[in-house]
């Protein structure tokens, strides 16, 4: 990898104006290293993770002269562990939410929409309305429950229609599994993961609905108006320099998903 090269190349090159979240020369990032494309192991004895976060982690190290360490962690655990200290950043296709702004700086990177995935055998949901009365298998501390299945349910009370059952639980492959034990009906993702783990089993999941969105995922760090002016200004460096096309040629996607506005 390019990037990860040249950061390591680059780590003895520190400077006073490093961001307050570079310690000793390093970043440490937090992921959960479970939701590919974005964060995940190739083989799960892998010490470092990789994916489009990474790369990102890699290249943001680089231009703050440093190298990365990461510490991976359920989703749940992400935002705990960088109050509590064990990390400096988060990339972990973690979405930008005014809630999560209230407690820590979080800057947009990326793009993202929600899809609904079902077994491929499974053609009964075609939109979210056919999810009353099924039960939906969804990964802990993610924002899928308060931004799709509560207004959803809501509409379906009012319809006097069933609600969507749902089943917590800690990383999304474990989501995946109760799908394909019929213990669940579906599951909701983010697009590009979506998209990846069709690709790789088209004979077990499909992708049967994709909400048009606004989401964008964040790089969170602990408040500090130098810092986050810092992570900008690299995106925005990163984004000239024609990195995040390479990145979306990388990984087979459009690179609009990378067309985000860094100072919203």
């Given at each position: 990898m390019i990037w990860a090269m040249a950061g390591l190349a680059c780590a003895c090159?520190?400077?006073?104006?490093?961001?307050?979240?570079?310690?000793?020369g390093k970043i440490a990032v937090c992921t959960t290293a479970n939701?590919?494309?974005l964060t995940f192991k190739e083989n799960a004895g892998d010490a470092k993770p990789i994916g489009i976060d990474i790369d990102v982690a890699e290249a943001l190290a680089h231009k703050f002269g440093a190298t990365t360490s990461y510490t991976t962690t359920e989703f749940a655990g992400l935002l705990p562990s960088?109050?509590?200290?064990?990390?400096?950043l988060i990339i972990?296709?973690?979405y930008i939410n005014d809630e999560r702004r209230a407690s820590y700086d979080g800057i947009r990177y990326m793009r993202s929409?929600?899809?609904?995935?079902?077994?491929?055998d499974d053609d009964s949901i075609k939109e979210p309305a056919d999810l009353s009365g099924k039960m939906l298998a969804l990964e802990a501390g993610s924002y899928y429950q308060e931004e799709r299945v509560e207004p959803l349910n809501e509409q379906l009370a009012k319809a006097g229609e069933p609600e969507v059952k749902v089943a917590l639980y800690p990383a999304?492959?474990?989501?995946?599994?109760?799908?394909?034990?019929g213990r669940a009906d579906a599951t909701l993702t983010e697009e590009a993961e979506g998209a990846y783990r069709v690709a790789g089993a088209p004979?077990?999941?499909r992708i049967a609905y994709t909400w048009e969105s606004d989401f964008t995922y964040g790089i969170y760090m602990r408040p500090s108006a130098a810092d986050s002016d810092a992570v900008r200004r690299a995106l925005k460096e990163l984004a000239g320099e024609g990195f995040f096309d390479d990145l979306a040629h990388k990984y087979g996607l459009d690179p609009a998903v990378f067309d985000v506005d860094y100072d919203s």
């Amino acid at each position: 990898m390019i990037w990860a090269m040249a950061g390591l190349a680059c780590a003895c090159a520190a400077s006073a104006d490093q961001p307050g979240f570079v310690s000793d020369g390093k970043i440490a990032v937090c992921t959960t290293a479970n939701f590919p494309p974005l964060t995940f192991k190739e083989n799960a004895g892998d010490a470092k993770p990789i994916g489009i976060d990474i790369d990102v982690a890699e290249a943001l190290a680089h231009k703050f002269g440093a190298t990365t360490s990461y510490t991976t962690t359920e989703f749940a655990g992400l935002l705990p562990s960088l109050g509590a200290g064990r990390c400096g950043l988060i990339i972990s296709g973690i979405y930008i939410n005014d809630e999560r702004r209230a407690s820590y700086d979080g800057i947009r990177y990326m793009r993202s929409a929600t899809v609904i995935v079902t077994r491929a055998d499974d053609d009964s949901i075609k939109e979210p309305a056919d999810l009353s009365g099924k039960m939906l298998a969804l990964e802990a501390g993610s924002y899928y429950q308060e931004e799709r299945v509560e207004p959803l349910n809501e509409q379906l009370a009012k319809a006097g229609e069933p609600e969507v059952k749902v089943a917590l639980y800690p990383a999304q492959q474990g989501a995946y599994q109760q799908l394909l034990i019929g213990r669940a009906d579906a599951t909701l993702t983010e697009e590009a993961e979506g998209a990846y783990r069709v690709a790789g089993a088209p004979d077990q999941f499909r992708i049967a609905y994709t909400w048009e969105s606004d989401f964008t995922y964040g790089i969170y760090m602990r408040p500090s108006a130098a810092d986050s002016d810092a992570v900008r200004r690299a995106l925005k460096e990163l984004a000239g320099e024609g990195f995040f096309d390479d990145l979306a040629h990388k990984y087979g996607l459009d690179p609009a998903v990378f067309d985000v506005d860094y100072d919203s």
